[in-house]
């Protein structure tokens, strides 16, 4: 991997993984529904003005049913189910449950796709189940009732993600990603918009400058500008060293959670992140492996 691919992979990383403290910072406030309006509206107008200025399409007469499909599962879904647990869990927690994400995805293709689980996938589905019950039992936040639910909406938004993950490998075949990603964001903004209607907030004097610039936030950097990056990192790096992202979000997640918020890391929360990450290094079998020596022919 070239020193630019690495530090564009570390900055996707710290944008997403932002994106936790943002949704922390705003959905307390705003509301979950309002939270996740603003960034899949705003980040669907910044990124369909950046196609139209570099002269793409993203197909959506003959692809809007799909885009709709997949914004839902891909985005409305899960983010909503975020905003509503970030009322409850703080940034680093969040953000160490969502990297949950590979091993709900591998489950759903062997479920739909009918992918072979081997041996030493289904020990890292376990190894991660037990991340997840080191991480809760073992943090800083009391075990309420409302965190509890909280946990429970933070994994399912994995498991949406799993399908979003699916159905987009099946249904979006040779479609250019930037354009699923548009078509991903509009599908989402118009599905909840009549659901946003019905639960603004009751009183404007709630409303504060952090809780605006953070939805800002979230939409601007943590989904149009890490967008276009994902896309080159996939054409520049290939898309399996991309997906390695996904290891590095919850130590950015943790990292802003600290500096912002103020919010203190638990040997449980490091415990739990590294038996999650260790889940993940078997379900995907990430390990080093030796480069092949190139045989020189002799004519």
Known sequence: ????????LFGLAALWGASFLFIRIASPVLGPFLTIQGRVTIAAIALLIYIVFTGRSADFKTRWKQYLILGALNAAIPFMLIATAAIHLNASVSAILNSLTPLFSALVAWGWMKEKLTLRKWIGIIIGIVGVTILVGWSSISLTLEVI???????????SYGFGGVYAKKVFVGVPPLSVAVGQQIGASVLLLPFTLFNLPTSMASLTSAAIFSVVGVAIFCTALAYPLFFYLITSAGPTKTQSVTLLIPLFGMIWGVIFLDEKITVGMITGLIVILGSIFL?????????????????
């Open 149 to 159: 639910a909280a946990v429970g909406l933070s994994i399912l938004s994995t498991v």
């Open 1 to 8: 991997m070239k020193i630019k691919d690495i530090g564009s």
């Open 283 to 299: 379900i995907y079998d990430i390990r080093p492996r030796p480069t092949k020596s190139k045989q020189v022919k002799i004519y």
